[in-house]
């Protein structure tokens, strides 16, 4: 069991990722569970598509990223 949760966004949103305080693109959602019964939630921190996944890969999750092919893009 992990405390840790990796939500992805169908749609992200461009702020503030709270990980390395740069305005991007938001990919994911850190849920910080309780540490000890692992179903409340305590709290959860918006991460870019970068800290996002280098966050997975720290805590050993997947992501599955939601990048529609197609259609429009934003560059
Ligand atoms: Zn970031």
Redo the contacts with the bound molecule.
């Keep these: 069991m992990n405390a840790f949760k990796i939500v992805t966004f169908q749609n992200p949103s461009y702020k503030k990722?709270e990980?390395?305080e740069?305005v991007?693109d938001i990919f994911y959602r850190c849920e910080m569970l309780d540490a000890k019964t692992q179903t409340m939630l305590c709290g959860s921190f918006d991460?870019?598509n970068?800290?996002g996944e280098n966050f997975a890969d720290i805590i050993g999750q997947k992501v599955v990223k939601e990048r529609k092919v197609g259609g429009f893009s934003f560059d």
């Design positions: 990722c990980s390395c740069r991007k991460l870019c970068i800290c």
